[in-house]
Nanobody, 122 residues
Framework: VQLQASGGGLVQAGGSLRLSCAASGRTFSKNIMGWFRQAPGKERESVAGISWNGAVTHYADSVKGRFAISRDNLKNMVYLQMNSLKPEDTAVYFC????????????????WGQGTLVTVSS
């Protein structure tokens, strides 16, 4: 599976962005998908994850109620809608794909995209 994330940019606090992740590979529709982020000087952390059929989602406490993950298996796409953005959301966001496992655990993801930078100004 190859992953290409896009949609990052500069936004003011309170604004919104939608990240997209285009995936290639036959197993995409059977894989869990997730978004992770890494801020400067900090460790990578889980943001959101979604099961293969979209029935189950996982969110970090810091983004619950503000972010929404979704997927379109026909288009091999995963999305992260980010609303009410805060300066502390500033990070490089990565999409990831895995065969199975915990939606919020990085080690359960086998494939990673290159990342897209989100900068939230105060």
């Amino acid at each position: 599976v190859q992953l290409q994330a896009s949609g990052g940019g500069l936004v003011q606090a309170g604004g919104s962005l939608r990240l997209s992740c285009a995936a290639s590979g036959r197993t995409f529709s059977k894989n869990i998908m997730g978004w992770f982020r890494q801020a400067p000087g900090k460790e990578r952390e889980s943001v959101a994850g979604i099961s293969w059929n979209g029935a189950v989602t996982h969110y970090a406490d810091s983004v619950k109620g503000r972010f929404a993950i979704s997927r379109d298996n026909l288009k091999n796409m995963v999305y992260l809608q980010m609303n009410s953005l805060k300066p502390e959301d500033t990070a490089v966001y990565f999409c990831a794909s895995g065969g199975k496992g915990s939606l919020g655990r990085a080690r359960d993801y086998d494939f990673w995209g290159q990342g897209t930078l989100v900068t939230v100004s105060s």
